[in-house]
């Protein structure tokens, strides 16, 4: 297990886009907004980062099979899985059936072949624009 209190935000946004490269699962601990500390198991398809400027992880939940964001900055802990991607993930074309208003998300498409520390200082460039 990782506390992310103990890596800098690149090294942990490092090892999830490594993770989501290798579609391995996450266990994490995260706090809410009300305060309250919740652990889940998810499985991302996404990292993007919104309008305020915070990183989401974009994942479907393997209790609820249902597609969830969680803030980077509110992960307390997490440990990467071996395993592989259970859940199987709505289709992106599909209709949202509530819009959402008052966050707009950015996100940042990367080539095939580049590597995972790339990536974060592509996230790093797009986060200070």
Do not use: W
């Amino acid at each position: 297990m990782r506390h992310t209190k103990n890596e800098t935000t690149t090294q942990t946004l490092t090892r999830l886009i490594t993770a989501l490269d290798k579609q391995q699962p996450i266990t994490i601990t995260y706090t809410k907004a009300d305060g309250t500390e919740t652990i889940r198991t998810i499985e991302l398809y996404d990292i993007v980062v919104s309008a305020a400027g915070d990183i989401l992880l974009k994942s479907m939940d393997r209790d609820s099979q249902e597609s969830r964001s969680f803030r980077l900055d509110r992960l307390v802990s997490y440990t990467i899985h071996r395993t592989a991607y259970t859940v199987v993930r709505p289709a992106a074309d599909e209709p949202k059936t509530h819009p959402a208003y008052g966050l707009a998300t950015v996100t940042v498409l990367y080539p095939v072949d580049c590597p995972a520390t790339a990536r974060v200082e592509l996230l790093a460039d797009a986060l200070a624009a």
